[in-house]
């Protein structure tokens, strides 16, 4: 076990939705939008071009952006919402997180006064759920 794998076991969870993925999402939105718009000019400049090839031949070029654009705006909310219903029980499992000790010696984490040890691996189960009388997440 390296130290590395012992801080992730230890280390409070962290939420599922950030901020910076929504507005990378808004980004690519942006500049699918904005290349989208310079080469709908530029074949509209063309020799006779037909509506459709100058609103839907961009899409070649930008669908990409479009769709990670769109994937990273509406899994953030998706998560954001996820957070706001599991708020109450992240506080009650910070709690409980910041009353754990680490022995190394034995290898295990402890909260005092509750007489249960476990390996560190479990620390999340038990924040979650074992201390908190198993209950649904």
Known sequence: MSRTQLAVWLSFPSRHYTPWARNNGYI????????????????????????????????CLTGLFWGFGLLNVLGSYGARKRDTVEAPAREQALAVWESLYYCA???????????????PSETRE????????????
Do not use: C
């Open 105 to 119: 010696r034995d290898n295990v984490v402890f909260e005092p006064g509750v007489g249960v040890s476990f390996h």
């Open 126 to 137: 038990y924040i979650f759920g074992f201390r908190n009388g198993g209950g649904k997440r």
């Open 28 to 59: 690519l939105l942006l500049a699918a939008a904005l290349t989208h718009l310079v080469v709908s000019l530029v074949i509209a400049m063309g020799q006779d071009p037909q509506w459709g090839e100058v609103l839907l031949a961009p899409f």
